[in-house]
């Protein structure tokens, strides 16, 4: 791997310091382009489509007790443009997958069937469960055949989701179309008055941009780096929850959004048009302590947040994307998508509204971040690299205590935008280059964006299940720097057996290209 894309790397590395790079087509070095850095949609839709919401998926129950879902991964295709059909992967469907829904403490087991037409994988992101349950791709399911992780739910009520980590095939998979939501409930959120009846006041809304032809043809040519690009693919056609061109009927006063960032490259800074105020109450791994009230609020890819919007009689508005702050120098910013703006969704809201309960003041315990032990683990994001490495499927890259809490230093020292996204934890942001995170950085996570020239400092704590011999995965989560070896793993391990992990190579591992 790591002799992989030497002439791009090269490239990247002698054009950094111009401001600009230039990236070739996946075939090679012939037919320089530049891309539409200009991408927006704003006043060419005209919110047609109702929104669709993922189903909920009924769970069977054995006679363990334990909550049986069933995914089946196929190929199909999906009218997305009006009169056109566009060739696409799904689970129980032609496009995205059900929501799976648990409780904390329930016992779930998942059957998921590969009848698509190569290997993938599907990884539970941010879920707490054993590594070799977390779908990663040392967990690769093979065409015609059936995975069946099994877990207990151990953590606070969330909004987590799942999708394909089949290495350095991640960007195809996910951007074709396998992905979904797993929603995790718990006492303490259900006894707070938030809107919670599941399409109606509590919405799901996944976002992610494609780049589809007239013809409805997903073109795929940019997926990794094609053209003139420097975070991957990025898309004109906004689809949330599969839905082009959507609206959605609001019919109580207060709505709740589960907003998920499930593009492959871009980043969205979300708002409404009329910049009407929303309050924050979750981000990726459960609530946080207070409602924070904001008018934009920045994700990146793989993060999710919660908010609840106030509407009125009537109301008509549409949730947008605007110019995302990216923090890069002027030529990364425009090609990273940092100039680019597109309306989201329109919300219509009826004339007459079901009446909801005020916004609780208090969410959760405030409670502090965790103190790390230990020196801090640093990791430098260089080109395609951590630390100068990219991925390798048998290296093991850092051997973890389970159940500890360390301090780990991401830099990103590119002039290119980059997030980080670790498996088998969740991390509270202790600063960002020495200062106090923003409100939307507080609580506990498992992804966060990290700006050019910047210094994230995170307090991770890290799982109790030991297990010398499978790994977990950090990464950037832009799926084209993933694929091109921008990932590292690690064990978790008791102090029982430490004496397990006899070197920096894995002792067995499903090596898929690796």
């Not at 350095?168 to 998979?173: E, G, L, S």
Request: aromatic share 8%.
């Amino acid at each position: 791997m790591n002799g992989q894309h030497p002439r791009r790397r090269a490239v990247l590395k002698g054009l950094a310091a111009t401001g600009i790079v230039l990236v070739a087509p996946a075939a090679g070095f012939a037919g320089w382009v530049w891309a539409d850095a200009g991408r927006s949609n704003t006043g060419t839709l005209s919110f047609r489509n109702r929104l669709r919401i993922p189903p909920l998926l009924d769970p069977t129950t054995d006679r363990d007790g334990r909550r049986g879902f069933r995914l089946d991964l196929r190929e199909g295709s999906t009218e997305f443009l009006p009169g056109t059909r566009t060739d696409t992967w799904g689970a129980n469907g032609t496009y995205l997958g059900p929501t799976l829904r648990a409780r904390r403490g329930d016992r779930v087991a998942v059957d998921v069937t590969n009848h698509l037409p190569e290997p993938t994988t599907i990884h539970w992101h941010g879920m707490h469960l054993p590594a070799e349950m977390d779908g990663g791709p040392h967990q690769p399911i093979e065409r015609d055949t059936t995975w069946q992780p099994s877990w207990t739910v151990d953590q606070p009520a969330a909004t987590l989701w799942y999708h394909p980590h089949l290495h350095q095939a991640t960007a195809k998979h996910v951007y074709r179309g396998v992905a979904g939501l797993f929603l995790v409930d718990d006492p303490v959120t259900d006894a707070l008055p938030l809107p919670g009846r599941y399409g109606v006041d509590d919405v799901p809304l996944i976002v992610q941009d494609k780049k589809i032809a007239d013809d409805g043809s997903l073109d795929e040519s940019a997926l990794t780096f094609g053209g003139l690009t420097v975070t991957g693919l990025l898309g004109d056609r906004i689809l949330v929850n599969g839905t082009y061109d959507p609206w959605f009927e609001v019919t109580t006063e207060l709505a709740r959004f589960r907003l998920l960032n499930g593009s492959n490259a871009r980043i969205y800074h979300v708002g409404f048009t009329d910049d009407r105020e929303f309050a924050l109450i979750a981000v990726d791994s459960g609530l946080i302590d207070a409602p924070q009230r904001m008018n934009r609020l920045l994700l990146s890819p793989g993060e999710r947040a919660e908010i609840v919007v106030r509407f009125a009689p009537g109301d008509e508005v549409v949730m947008k994307s605007f110019p995302p702050p990216l923090r890069a120098p002027f030529a990364y910013e425009r090609l990273a998508g940092g100039d680019d703006e597109h309306d989201l969704v329109k919300f219509v809201a009826a004339r007459t509204l079901r009446p909801s309960l005020a916004l609780p003041e208090v969410l959760a315990e405030r409670t502090p971040a965790p103190t790390p032990t230990g020196d801090p683990f640093r990791l430098t994001m260089g080109d395609f690299t951590f630390n100068g490495r990219t991925m390798e499927m048998r290296r093991l890259d850092r051997v973890v205590g389970a159940g500890t809490v360390e301090r780990w230093e991401i830099v990103n020292g590119q002039s290119i935008p980059h997030n980080f996204h670790v498996h088998g934890a969740s991390f509270h942001v202790l600063d960002i280059d020495g200062r106090t995170p923003p409100a939307h950085l507080h609580g506990a996570k498992d992804t966060v964006y990290v700006a050019p020239g910047t210094t994230v400092t995170l307090a991770v704590s890290f799982l109790s299940w030991s297990d010398p011999r499978t790994p977990y995965m950090f990464h950037c989560h832009l799926l084209a720097h993933e694929d091109s070896g921008m990932m590292g793993q690690f064990v978790t391990v008791s102090d029982a057996d430490q004496a397990l992990v006899r070197s920096d190579r894995l002792p067995q591992v499903h090596d898929h290209g690796g």
